[in-house]
């Protein structure tokens, strides 16, 4: 499975920003997609994910600030971010997975200055 990110960018304390995701190749439809992000020097941590059936799970820190959707038709994922806060800056990595395969985007960097 490949994946496509767009989105991303420079913004300021308290502004917004909208991921888009594409997922291509063999797609099954019992699977999770969602959003990793990793900052520099730290660990790559869960964002957000959401099932094919729009269970979703959220990170403590993005609560009430982010939300995940996804369109199965089309196989994308789209992470909203408000409020953003400049301890959200790293780059944020989609995850396509189902059963134990998992697949990654190339990643898209998120800045946000104060």
């Known amino acids: 499975v490949q994946l496509v990110e767009s989105g991303g960018g420079l913004v300021q304390a308290g502004g917004s920003l909208r991921l888009s995701c594409a997922a291509f190749?063999?797609?099954?439809?019992?699977?999770?997609m969602g959003w990793y992000r990793q900052a520099p020097g730290k660990q790559r941590d869960l964002v957000a994910v959401?099932?094919?059936?729009?269970?979703?799970n959220y990170a403590d820190s993005v609560k009430g600030r982010f939300t995940i959707s996804r369109d199965g038709a089309e196989n994308t994922v789209q992470l909203q971010m408000n409020n953003l806060k400049p301890e959200d800056t790293a780059v944020y990595y989609c995850?396509?997975?189902?059963?134990?395969?998992?697949?990654w985007g190339q990643g898209t960097q998120v800045t946000v200055s104060s």
């Open positions: 995850n396509y997975a189902w059963g134990t395969d998992s697949s």
């Open positions: 190749g063999s797609i099954f439809s019992d699977n999770i």
């Open positions: 959401i099932s094919s059936g729009n269970s979703t």
